[in-house]
Nanobody, 115 residues
Framework: QVQLVESGGALVQPGGSLRLACAASGIRFSIYHMGWYRQAPGKQRELVARISSGGGTNYSDSAKGRFTISRDNAENTVYLQMNSLKPEDTAVYYC?????????WGQGTQVTVSS
């Protein structure tokens, strides 16, 4: 059974930082491209950042320079370090595992940026 379990979401003040984690099980983690997406109320789900099986990364324009995605294949975990958070970063953040055939999603973790 495949599971992607996100953690680390919280209420944080503008300018603050959070580190999200997504623990994967039931897949051969190292061969999957991993991504973080987010969905704000009334908006479509959008890509935040992704990291390939080889470690290459790419970011949305809004995440560049503030967020860092990384992965630990030994721990089957992908991380998203978020700095300089803004109210517009408020959303549910979802972990995604993309393989050649399969595509899996986590249940999401809420990030709220507010004073």
């Amino acid at each position: 059974q495949v599971q992607l379990v996100e953690s680390g979401g919280a209420l944080v003040q503008p300018g603050g930082s959070l580190r999200l984690a997504c623990a994967a099980s039931g897949i051969r983690f190292s061969i999957y491209h991993m991504g973080w997406y987010r969905q704000a109320p009334g908006k479509q789900r959008e890509l935040v950042a992704r990291i390939s099986s080889g470690g290459g990364t790419n970011y949305s324009d809004s995440a560049k320079g503030r967020f860092t995605i990384s992965r630990d294949n030994a721990e089957n975990t992908v991380y998203l370090q978020m700095n300089s958070l803004k109210p517009e970063d408020t959303a549910v953040y979802y972990c995604n595992a993309l393989g050649t055939v399969r595509n899996y999603w986590g249940q999401g973790t809420q990030v709220t940026v507010s004073s």
